[in-house]
């Protein structure tokens, strides 16, 4: 079964005057890929501070700590950008907490055989490739979101050796 590969280096360095496009039909202004882009972060990306810095700094309580990773209720946030301030590793970028929040169904029952979902048809730098897991079995540092996502994020935590 293929799977939506995302190269998150190459992800971030997009062009923003090329937007990715996306054919989730439920809400017409969505762009389900920035959901993703704000999982990752959080998931690999953040330094996951003792501290905690960014839920301390939320003026909404948006931010919360659950099972050691940071989740953001899109119902309190009003996308005041606080936390991306307060973050001293700059890893919550502000273009990852939009107002208007999305969900990516990777194109589940909609794709015909062999089509693509939009959103890597629409991709201008390989960043996102729809490809049969077999196809990455040489590459490192790849991580599984659910059963249809496969991210190639370097994991600063596990880079240092800590677990939490």
Same mark, same amino acid.
């Given at each position: 079964?293929?799977?939506?590969?995302?190269?998150?280096?190459?992800?971030?360095?997009?062009?923003?005057?090329?937007?990715?496009?996306?054919?989730?039909?439920?809400?017409?202004?969505?762009?389900?890929?920035?959901?993703? &882009?704000?999982? =990752?972060?959080?998931?690999?990306?953040?330094?996951?501070?003792?501290?905690?810095? !960014? *839920? +301390?700094? !939320?003026? +909404?309580?948006?931010?919360?700590?659950?099972?050691?990773?940071?989740? &953001?209720?899109?119902?309190?946030?009003?996308? !005041?950008?606080?936390?991306?301030?307060?973050?001293?590793?700059?890893? =919550?970028?502000?273009?990852?907490?939009?107002?208007?929040?999305? &969900?990516?169904?990777?194109?589940?029952?909609?794709?015909?055989?062999?089509?693509?979902?939009?959103? *890597?048809?629409?991709?201008? +730098?390989?960043?996102? &490739?729809?490809?049969?897991?077999?196809?990455?079995?040489?590459?490192?540092?790849?991580?599984?979101?659910?059963?249809?996502?496969? *991210?190639?994020?370097?994991?600063?935590?596990?880079?240092?050796?800590?677990?939490?």
């Amino acid at each position: 079964m293929k799977k939506l590969y995302i190269d998150y280096d190459k992800f971030l360095e997009m062009d923003e005057k090329q937007p990715l496009k996306c054919s989730y039909k439920f809400h017409p202004l969505n762009d389900g890929i920035t959901e993703l &882009r704000e999982e =990752i972060s959080f998931m690999f990306a953040c330094r996951m501070c003792e501290d905690y810095p !960014c *839920v +301390n700094a !939320c003026p +909404n309580g948006t931010l919360k700590r659950e099972s050691g990773l940071i989740r &953001r209720s899109t119902l309190l946030c009003v996308s !005041c950008k606080t936390c991306c301030l307060a973050c001293p590793f700059g890893t =919550i970028l502000p273009q990852l907490l939009p107002y208007v929040t999305s &969900r990516c169904d990777v194109c589940l029952g909609r794709l015909k055989e062999g089509e693509e979902p939009l959103c *890597v048809l629409s991709c201008n +730098n390989g960043a996102l &490739r729809y490809i049969e897991q077999e196809e990455l079995k040489d590459k490192t540092n790849l991580y599984k979101i659910g059963e249809h996502i496969i *991210v190639k994020v370097l994991n600063w935590l596990e880079l240092y050796g800590i677990k939490k």
